[in-house]
């Protein structure tokens, strides 16, 4: 048995690719099920919010597996497994866990110490757990790193800054205008971050 992750985020695509693979919360566990019941996957979990779509898994055999969950994302996506392969992060073993840590810590966000991710991974993981798509290896990993992130939010000043892009963009407008008195703001592409 193998730990192995898949990451497309922000970082390596742009946001009309992201929103292709962008999984709607009612679809996740139909999405886990499926990827479940693939040969070689013993547990996963995915996780899909605006900036980031993760598998987290353990498999029978790396190699084989990242290719069935390339294969399978290419599909969702309406991609080329070819194109979607160049635009993928790929974790294994500890560096699973590394990764996982910085997610759920906000160190991996785009606005460093965000606090949503933490909830987004909990729910993820939980609907994982719900459809039976999870075991001992992933239980451990995902509750260690939801105890760790919490640990995180709660001891250090991470989120003392800004939390959120739109949290920042307020931030910045203060610091640009003298007033907001009087001022208009046009918002476009917003949706609700879950």
Known sequence: MSLVALSLNYRTAPVEVRERFAVPEDQVGELVSELHEMQGIHEVVLLSTCNRTELYADVEQPGP???????YLSRFGEMD???LS?????????????????VVSGLDSMVIGETQILGQVRQAYLIA???????????????SAISFGKRVQTET?????????SYAAVSLARKVFSTMSGKTVLVIGARKDE
């Not at 719900?130 to 239980?139: E, V």
């Open 86 to 102: 160049r635009l993928l992060n790929r974790y294994q073993e500890r560096d699973v866990v590394d990764h996982l840590l910085r």
């Open 65 to 71: 597996a990242i290719a069935k969950f390339i294969g």
């Open 157 to 165: 000043m991470i989120g003392q800054a800004a939390v959120s892009v």
């Open 81 to 83: 497994q070819e194109t």
């Open 129 to 143: 757990q719900d459809h039976l798509a999870t075991g001992h290896l992933m239980n451990y990993a995902m509750r």
